[in-house]
């Protein structure tokens, strides 16, 4: 079995078609591409070649205090994603799928491991909203907002497309971003693993093990 490796090049150019459209009618065949989890067909994660630098980024948490990414995630294992809480499938289910696989850990484990919600939708999704969702989903996760070109700049960073909230022929809502997760290492602070959609539980609760320790899944 072996993990699947890209470049980052490759990465950042499939970044404009790796968006899924949540909140409103199914995206039109060819019009979004999806990642699927699995990215090979033995392994969820795809190891890169040349690995994220972790973005400065700096919004609010969900107690609405300035959270600097860069400074408190340092030496920590991170997992971060991009999403909404209005999302009616693919963010509750990356989160909650993570939240089960964490609780397989070790507690010093669990309490080492920092896992980052960044909306992609902050109009709606203030602090007091944000936090009550992640509740629901695991209270130690952290929940970020603020301004969107900020957000959407550092997703950018980190070869993840997301556009602004848009509403559908029926007035629904729709935000289109993408439904990567990437994992930092505690040793190098550097995204080097790449989860898609189609990860399960399963594939963290196998993975997080090595990720807490920097290693490749």
Request: charged share 20%; with cysteine; hydrophobic share 35%.
């Amino acid at each position: 079995m072996r993990t699947t490796r890209v470049t980052l090049a490759a990465l950042l150019a499939a970044a404009a078609l790796t968006l899924t459209a949540c909140g409103g009618e199914p995206a039109k065949t060819g019009s979004v591409t999806q990642i699927s989890g699995g990215q090979s067909n033995t392994k969820a994660a795809t190891v890169l070649d040349r690995p994220f630098g972790k973005p400065e980024l700096v919004l609010t948490d969900t107690t609405g205090k300035p959270w600097n990414l860069r400074e408190q995630t340092k030496g920590k294992p991170t997992l971060i994603y991009f999403g909404y809480t209005h999302c009616p499938d693919v963010c509750p289910l990356t989160m909650s799928n993570i939240a089960v696989a964490k609780k397989a850990l070790p507690k010093a484990d669990q309490d080492n491991l920092q896992v980052v919600f960044v909306t992609t939708d902050p109009e709606r999704d203030t602090p007091e909203s944000l936090g009550s969702w992640l509740k629901q989903q695991d209270p130690s996760f952290t929940g970020l907002t603020g301004d969107f070109a900020t957000i959407q700049a550092a997703a950018r960073a980190l070869g993840i497309g997301i556009e602004a909230a848009t509403k559908d022929s029926n007035g629904n809502v729709v935000s289109m971003h993408g439904a990567q997760v990437i994992a930092f290492s505690p040793k190098t602070d550097e995204g080097y693993v790449l989860y898609g959609e189609g990860t399960t539980v399963d594939d963290y609760t196998k993975d997080l093990p090595k990720l807490v320790k920097g290693e490749n899944p």
